[in-house]
C-alpha cells in the first residue's frame, strides 16, 4: 500500500505559478512512476504528466505546452509539480498518482494508487 498526500493548491491570480507537492508513505516510492491528473466537477480526468521510477523520463499532456514540470525526489519520497503562468482553465482538483512500471502512462486506469486530491483555483 502507499499513500499519497498532496498540498499546495489554493487561490492564485492568472500568470502567478504554483508548486504543488504530493508525498508518499507505505511502499518503496522509487519502484513506482507517478504522475499528476487533474479534474474539475462535471468533466472527466485528465492526465497532466508523469515521471518514471528515477526520473530520466517524463511525459506531459499537450496543453501543459511548457508551462508544467514534474520532477520527484526519491529520498524524500516527493513528487512535484510546478507550473507557471497560471490560466484560468488550469483551475482544477489535481491529483498525485503512482502506477507499475510496464503500464501505460496517460490513462486513470493505468494507475493503482491515489491521493485525495489539492484545490487549485484561478482568478482572472
Known amino acids: 500500500q502507499m499513500h499519497l498526500v498532496e498540498s499546495g493548491g489554493g487561490l492564485v491570480q492568472a500568470g502567478d505559478s504554483l508548486r504543488l507537492s504530493c508525498a508518499a508513505s507505505?511502499?518503496?516510492?522509487?519502484?513506482?512512476?507517478l504522475g499528476w491528473f487533474r479534474q474539475v466537477p462535471g468533466k472527466e480526468r485528465e492526465f497532466v504528466a508523469t515521471?518514471?521510477?528515477?526520473?530520466?523520463?517524463?511525459h506531459y499532456a499537450e496543453f501543459v505546452k511548457g508551462r508544467f514540470t514534474i520532477s520527484r525526489d526519491n529520498a524524500k519520497s516527493t513528487v512535484i509539480l510546478q507550473i507557471s503562468n497560471l490560466k484560468p482553465e488550469d483551475a482544477a482538483n489535481y491529483y498525485c498518482?503512482?502506477?507499475?512500471?510496464?503500464?501505460?502512462?496517460?490513462?486513470?486506469?493505468?494507475?493503482?494508487?491515489w491521493g485525495q486530491g489539492t484545490q487549485v483555483t484561478v482568478s482572472s
Open positions: 507505505g511502499r518503496s516510492f522509487d519502484l513506482f512512476a
Open positions: 515521471i518514471s521510477m528515477r526520473g530520466g523520463v517524463t
Open positions: 498518482a503512482g502506477r507499475f512500471i510496464g503500464s501505460g502512462w496517460n490513462k486513470g486506469t493505468d494507475y493503482y494508487y
